[in-house]
Structure formats: C-alpha cells, structure tokens
C-alpha cells in the first residue's frame, strides 16, 4: 500500500472517531445525556442563585410558614414524574390541585424569582432550577446548613394531578414509604433524613386527628402517642373541629431547622402517622438513633446528610439538555 493511500485512510479515521465522540457528547443524544452540575448557569446568568436567595429570604422574613411551603414544594415536586416543576403548572387537573399538594405555600416566592430572572437574563433559568434553589435557600433561612445545588434542569411539559399519587401519605406504613422512594432511587436512609424536613412547619388537623380519637376504629388513640402529649394535641385539634387548624411537626422548634424532630419521635411526640412509624419500626429507627446519637454512638450530622440527600433526590428523573423546555412563565407552559 502506497504512503498517501495510507494517510489518507488514517485521516478518515481520525474524522470519523472525531465525529462519533461529538455525537456521543450531543445534548439530544440519549446515550450522551447531560447531567446536572453545580455552576451550570456560572456563564449564561451568574447572578441566578443571589437573586433567588434574595426572594426567598424577603418572603420568610415578611411570613415564615413560606420556608417550609418551598421546601415541601420541591419534595412534591421530584416525586412526581421528577424535579420539573410541574407541580407549577396552573390549570384544571394539574398537580397542584391535587388534594395532597393543597396545602402546600411559597408559589408566588418563585414567581417572583422567576420574573426578575427573565429580566436579568431572558430564557436562560429554567424554573426546576428556581425551585431546587429556593428550596436549599429555605432550608438556610431557618437555621439550616447550606449545601452546593447542581443546576441544569428543564421545565416539564405535562402536569396531571392523577400522578401525585406516588407521593408518600400521611398515614403510609413504613414498607410502602420504603418502596415510594426507592421507586425514585432513594434509600431507607434518604428516607428518615427527608422526612427530617418536617422539622419546620406545620400539618393540619384533618391530617392526624384521627389519631387522637378513633385510631384504627377502636375508638381511642394511637397508643404510640405519648400520654403526656395526647391532651394536648386534643386541646389543638377538638374532636369534630377545624380540620384546617395548624399544628407544629416539629413541637417546640417549628421554625428552627435542626434535629430536635427525631428526638419527639423517640419521645413519641410525632404528629403524623408517617412520621411517628420511623420510630416505632427498627428498619427505620436506627437511622433515627444515628441522627440522636443513642447507643454510645455519636449523632451522625443531620444538616450535611440533609444537604447530601437534597442533592440526591434533585436529581430525581431530572429533564435535561433537549428535553422540556425553559418556562418564560413558571405557571404554563410556553
């Protein structure tokens, strides 16, 4: 074979595993998938994560139920087909009439964001972004540690309030709460650190009084219910009262992040079902006992775990290079 035969062929070669490595890096490729990463909008908005800082820390100064409102919004959020915002989306049937999404607060927070982004840097920031921040920023707000955000997610397409059904329940025993999130890739740990959240904010009475009054029809308490506690969880939620009464999750540190909700769960002093069940069943309590530090055992960091967990479950079935879209309106589609 002659020289220039031979270079010509190398040539081809080379071009040819040129182009391959370009498709496989493409946005559009599924194999190539791009991923989210911390610092996504470093050059195209840089300003995104102090403009939203700033939104979500005027609202909870001027109104502190909206911290936990963000942060239950991004759960509700990833849970359901993944971190995409479509629990944003306004209309008939869409996520956030769904009754498990109805008492959630804090949209007009992300609204806000959403607007000053559009004039800072237009159709750059999608709104998944805005609320995966918002909801780190929440957390921060409250006492919480901060923790670095992977960005790059698109707005979804599709909002339908019959998918909230995959978002875990008020009264879910621990084998199904184990089996919602491990259906989105969490662990029995992610778990009980996730759930940790609800050591800021509030449920409702409707939510829990069946608890107090006639649990499991046998016309009287849930007997994981600390006695002490009882009379006053009833003081709050009368029999027959305002099931829209609000009661603390996290009793005596409602608006503090930390980790005194795991020591009312070993107190029995949780409120919900859900929440009291991490205790009373061992595949859950020990992480529990790891976040108090019984046993002789120190307390594992319940704010780095938090962060860590938040980061994992962010990446939830997350919508990115050519899917979705970035919303001009985080409230339709465009």
């Given at each position: 074979m002659e020289v220039t035969s031979l270079n010509k062929m190398l040539i081809l070669w080379v071009l040819l595993l040129t182009s391959f490595n370009t498709m496989s890096l493409g946005q559009g490729n599924g194999c190539g998938r791009q991923g989210t990463r911390v610092g996504f909008y470093r050059a195209t908005c840089p300003r995104v994560e102090s403009i939203v800082q700033s939104a979500v820390q005027s609202a909870v100064r001027a109104n502190p139920t909206v911290?936990?409102?963000?942060?239950?919004?991004?759960?509700?959020?990833?849970?359901?087909?993944g971190c995409d915002a479509s629990i944003l989306i306004d209309g008939p049937s869409t996520e956030k009439t769904a009754r498990p999404n109805s008492f959630l607060r804090g949209f007009e927070v992300i609204d806000a964001a959403k607007s000053q982004l559009e004039t800072t840097c237009p159709g750059v920031v999608s709104c998944a972004d805005i609320l995966?921040?918002?909801?780190?920023?929440?957390v921060v707000q409250t006492g919480g540690r901060s923790w670095q955000v992977p960005l790059g997610?698109?707005?979804g397409l599709v909002s339908q309030a019959s998918d909230t059904a995959a978002l875990p329940a008020f009264n879910d025993t621990i084998s199904v709460q184990i089996r919602k999130f491990a259906d989105k890739g969490l662990n029995t740990q992610d778990l009980v650190t996730l759930v940790g959240g609800h050591t800021i904010g509030t449920s409702a009475c409707a939510l829990f009084?069946?608890?107090l009054y006639?649990?499991?029809?046998?016309?009287g308490p849930d007997p994981e219910i600390n006695q002490a506690f009882l009379p006053q969880l009833r003081a709050l939620c009368p029999n027959g009262g305002d099931g829209l009464r609000r009661v603390a999750l996290d009793t005596g540190s409602v608006?503090?992040?930390?980790n005194s909700f795991y020591e009312n769960l070993r107190n029995g002093?949780?409120?919900?079902?859900?929440?009291?069940?991490?205790?009373?069943?061992?595949?859950?309590?020990?992480?529990?006992?790891?976040?108090?530090?019984?046993r002789g055992q120190p307390g594992s960091r319940?704010?780095?775990?938090?962060?860590?967990a938040m980061v994992k479950m962010g990446n939830t079935e997350v919508k990115t290079g050519m899917e979705g879209e970035i919303r001009r309106v985080c409230t339709k589609t465009n």
């Open positions: 911290a936990p409102g963000l942060l239950r919004m991004f759960f509700h959020d990833c849970f359901v087909n995966a921040l918002a909801a780190r920023d929440s997610r698109r707005d009084s069946y608890r006639n649990f499991s029809n046998t016309n608006d503090c992040f930390d002093r949780g409120v919900l079902e859900s929440d009291a069940k991490l205790w009373s069943d061992q595949r859950t309590r020990r992480f529990v006992q790891g976040f108090l530090g019984t319940f704010n780095n775990e938090f962060g860590r």
